[in-house]
């Protein structure tokens, strides 16, 4: 409420500095622009419109005012508003197009910013949308932008107004189906089904704990934050184990057994209340190790104890449903530190980073923040569009992840846990509620300017892999006839496995189970059966979500690839090579 309020007189202030003096110098682009605004943000409420900043504008006939032009055509709400920004950006570019047209050319073109366009697109935003928009648009943002700030566009929805899930909430496969026959309002046709057999999900394993992520709830979110990993539960010390604790749910700690075993209750997917873990597997929340009675046969343990959680690996799938790609990255990022706007270096340390949307687009693709720093990121690419670590040099490492079915994966991963439908947010997670029309129509919602249909259609599924600085798409279409794809890819010799998935009465991004793996310059060939490659020396190689294992021990590792729309792919990496082409 504070930052609202904060951002509301301040607004008032420059509005009342701008336009209280009604002399337009368009040399002076902070005061004009701001002047703009006020009079786009009048029109909104009704007020008496005054346009002679914008002829001011266009008598200057500087082109540095096309972004904030384009920025208010966008925003505009009345007649006369749109009628002279569009005149204005006619005379200032000798060209007649709407706002779109405009919007796609200035991207093409790259074109030049003023000086303090950073401050009036945070501005513009807070204006017309939400006062959070501005702490991403601090002053001196454009200066160390990795892209030109005219190309973020707003995306219909406030900060963070499609929540991202944090450490949701994961079941066994059995609770899943109590769950789908509990929502009953979620049923689909009658199939209460949670997962329904042949949905999509995003599927990861890592160190042996698959999880999975149905397309229905994350088409809803669009990003999850998480931890995976898990440690093993015994049913007394020194005992038999009986599930694997996952990561990163807390759990109290109430007792230990000597030095070595510490008696933990908590809520994990397939697993009692309480149990036995050892001491070295439990991350203490707060307190280092704390002093805790030591439970003898008989004895009673704490009530309420202190707080502890399994170690693993954090990570984020960022799935931008505009352009079909759900890219999973690592996000701990080592010795993270940047240099502030005003110079001063800081030192971030070992860092974990989680992830929100930013309400805004760049091409149709998402644009997230971290809320670490309030860095704006580029969800396709992994690597930071605009704020403070634009200049810092990292770049998000992807993961492996498929979309597959979930009765394939569940097949292949009976320990598997799911997503629950309880996220704790109030959403339609019926199968097809969400994006349904948008991902079985051809066409865009948002422009995209940098897009090539001459051999492939903007929402064909391509496979999309990035090595040693070399991109690579690998149309469905192409590859799950040949279902064994030998290529390279830089300087990486790798095998690409396709599986079909089954078709529905509605389509997501998917269409194929794709999983890609280094072959050390092996050749592989279909096995006898799904799970078993055969390589060109005649030894069998057992396919894991990992990595190939050959019968001797030999393991190539699996490669982070994912799945994209051809446009949202293209759109960033235009020089990409084609397979099959």
Same mark, same amino acid.
């Given at each position: 409420?504070?930052?609202?309020?904060?951002?509301?007189?301040?607004?008032?202030?420059?509005?009342?500095?701008?336009?209280?003096?009604?002399?337009?110098?368009?040399?002076?682009?902070?005061?004009?622009?701001?002047?703009?605004?006020?009079?786009?943000?009048?029109?909104?409420?009704?007020?008496?419109?005054?346009?002679?900043?914008?002829?001011?504008?266009?008598?200057?006939? $500087?082109?540095?005012?096309?972004?904030?032009?384009?920025?208010? =055509?966008?925003?505009?709400?009345?007649?006369?508003?749109?009628?002279?920004?569009?005149?204005?950006?006619?005379?200032?570019?000798?060209?007649?197009?709407?706002?779109?047209?405009?919007?796609?050319?200035?991207? +093409?073109?790259?074109?030049?910013?003023?000086?303090?366009?950073?401050?009036?697109?945070?501005?513009?935003?807070?204006?017309?949308?939400?006062?959070?928009?501005?702490?991403?648009?601090?002053?001196?943002?454009?200066?160390? =932008?990795?892209?030109?700030?005219?190309?973020?566009?707003?995306?219909?929805?406030?900060?963070?107004?499609?929540?991202?899930?944090?450490?949701?909430?994961?079941?066994?496969?059995?609770?899943?189906?109590?769950?789908?026959?509990?929502?009953?309002?979620?049923?689909?046709?009658?199939?209460?089904?949670?997962?329904?057999?042949?949905?999509?999900?995003?599927?990861?394993?890592?160190?042996?704990?698959?999880?999975?992520?149905?397309?229905?709830?994350?088409?809803?979110?669009?990003?999850?934050?998480?931890?995976?990993?898990?440690?093993?539960?015994?049913?007394?010390?020194?005992?038999?184990?009986?599930?694997?604790?996952?990561?990163?749910?807390?759990?109290?700690?109430?007792?230990?057994?000597? =030095?070595?075993?510490?008696?933990?209750?908590?809520?994990?997917?397939?697993?009692?209340?309480?149990?036995?873990?050892?001491?070295?597997?439990?991350?203490?929340?707060?307190?280092?190790?704390?002093?805790?009675?030591?439970?003898?046969?008989?004895?009673?343990?704490?009530?309420?104890?202190?707080?502890?959680?399994?170690?693993?690996?954090?990570?984020?799938?960022?799935?931008?449903?505009?352009?079909?790609?759900?890219?999973?990255?690592?996000?701990?990022?080592?010795?993270?530190?940047?240099?502030?706007?005003?110079?001063?270096?800081?030192?971030?340390?070992?860092?974990?980073?989680?992830?929100?949307?930013?309400?805004?687009?760049?091409?149709?693709?998402?644009?997230?923040?971290?809320?670490?720093?309030?860095?704006?990121?580029?969800?396709?690419?992994?690597?930071?569009?605009?704020?403070?670590?634009?200049?810092?040099?990292?770049?998000?490492?992807?993961? *492996?992840?498929?979309?597959?079915?979930?009765?394939?994966?569940?097949?292949?991963?009976?320990?598997?846990?799911?997503?629950?439908?309880?996220?704790?947010?109030?959403?339609?997670?019926?199968?097809? +509620? +969400?994006?349904?029309?948008?991902?079985?129509?051809?066409?865009?919602?948002?422009?995209?300017?940098?897009?090539?249909?001459?051999?492939?259609?903007?929402?064909?599924?391509?496979?999309?892999?990035?090595?040693?600085?070399?991109?690579?798409?690998?149309?469905?279409?192409?590859?799950?006839?040949?279902?064994?794809?030998?290529?390279?890819?830089?300087?990486?010799?790798?095998?690409?496995?396709?599986?079909?998935? *089954?078709?529905?009465?509605?389509?997501?991004?998917?269409?194929?189970?794709?999983?890609?793996?280094?072959?050390?310059?092996?050749?592989?060939?279909?096995?006898?059966?799904?799970?078993?490659?055969?390589?060109?020396?005649?030894?069998?190689?057992?396919?894991?979500?990992?990595?190939?294992?050959?019968? $001797?021990?030999?393991?190539?590792?699996?490669?982070?690839?994912?799945?994209?729309?051809?446009?949202?792919?293209?759109?960033?990496?235009?020089?990409?090579?084609?397979?099959?082409?």
């Amino acid at each position: 409420m504070k930052r609202v309020l904060g951002f509301i007189l301040a607004l008032c202030l420059l509005l009342a500095q701008a336009v209280g003096a009604l002399d337009y110098d368009a040399k002076n682009y902070r005061k004009t622009m701001i002047q703009m605004l006020g009079a786009a943000f009048d029109a909104t409420r009704g007020r008496l419109v005054d346009v002679a900043v914008f002829e001011a504008v266009a008598a200057s006939g $500087d082109p540095l005012y096309l972004a904030p032009l384009i920025d208010i =055509a966008y925003f505009g709400r009345s007649a006369e508003i749109d009628r002279a920004v569009i005149e204005t950006l006619n005379s200032l570019t000798g060209e007649n197009m709407g706002w779109k047209g405009y919007f796609e050319w200035a991207g +093409a073109n790259d074109i030049a910013l003023p000086p303090h366009y950073d401050e009036f697109k945070g501005q513009l935003l807070a204006s017309f949308v939400d006062p959070e928009f501005t702490r991403f648009f601090a002053p001196g943002v454009a200066e160390s =932008a990795a892209v030109n700030l005219v190309e973020a566009v707003w995306g219909g929805v406030t900060v963070d107004g499609i929540p991202s899930l944090v450490n949701a909430r994961q079941i066994s496969p059995k609770a899943a189906i109590d769950e789908g026959f509990q929502q009953v309002d979620f049923c689909r046709e009658d199939d209460c089904s949670y997962p329904a057999a042949d949905e999509l999900v995003f599927g990861l394993s890592f160190n042996g704990d698959s999880r999975a992520y149905p397309l229905r709830l994350l088409n809803w979110h669009e990003m999850f934050n998480d931890v995976i990993g898990w440690a093993p539960l015994f049913d007394e010390p020194d005992g038999g184990q009986v599930c694997n604790f996952r990561a990163p749910t807390p759990f109290e700690v109430r007792a230990r057994s000597g =030095a070595d075993w510490l008696l933990v209750y908590g809520r994990s997917a397939d697993c009692p209340r309480s149990g036995w873990m050892r001491s070295g597997d439990v991350v203490w929340i707060g307190d280092d190790a704390p002093e805790l009675p030591d439970l003898e046969i008989g004895g009673e343990a704490l009530s309420v104890g202190h707080r502890g959680r399994v170690d693993g690996r954090p990570v984020l799938l960022a799935y931008c449903t505009l352009c079909g790609a759900g890219v999973l990255y690592d996000v701990s990022i080592p010795d993270l530190a940047y240099r502030s706007a005003a110079g001063i270096v800081v030192d971030m340390g070992d860092s974990v980073l989680e992830f929100g949307s930013t309400g805004m687009l760049m091409r149709s693709n998402k644009l997230m923040y971290d809320r670490n720093t309030d860095t704006v990121w580029n969800a396709i690419t992994g690597e930071p569009a605009f704020g403070p670590l634009a200049a810092s040099g990292v770049v998000l490492d992807v993961l *492996p992840v498929v979309v597959t079915d979930w009765s394939s994966w569940l097949e292949a991963h009976p320990d598997t846990s799911v997503l629950s439908l309880e996220t704790g947010f109030l959403r339609n997670y019926t199968n097809g +509620a +969400a994006y349904s029309d948008y991902f079985n129509s051809a066409e865009l919602m948002f422009p995209s300017w940098q897009q090539d249909t001459a051999a492939i259609q903007n929402k064909e599924m391509v496979f999309a892999l990035r090595l040693q600085g070399q991109a690579k798409a690998y149309p469905l279409a192409t590859i799950i006839p040949e279902r064994i794809v030998n290529d390279r890819v830089g300087q990486t010799d790798l095998v690409i496995i396709a599986e079909a998935t *089954p078709e529905r009465d509605f389509f997501e991004p998917g269409g194929a189970a794709v999983r890609a793996y280094e072959s050390g310059g092996l050749v592989f060939s279909a096995g006898d059966d799904s799970l078993t490659l055969v390589s060109a020396d005649g030894r069998n190689w057992r396919i894991s979500e990992s990595a190939l294992l050959a019968e $001797d021990g030999e393991r190539r590792e699996r490669i982070g690839g994912h799945l994209a729309f051809w446009f949202g792919w293209f759109g960033f990496y235009p020089d990409t090579l084609v397979y099959g082409e």
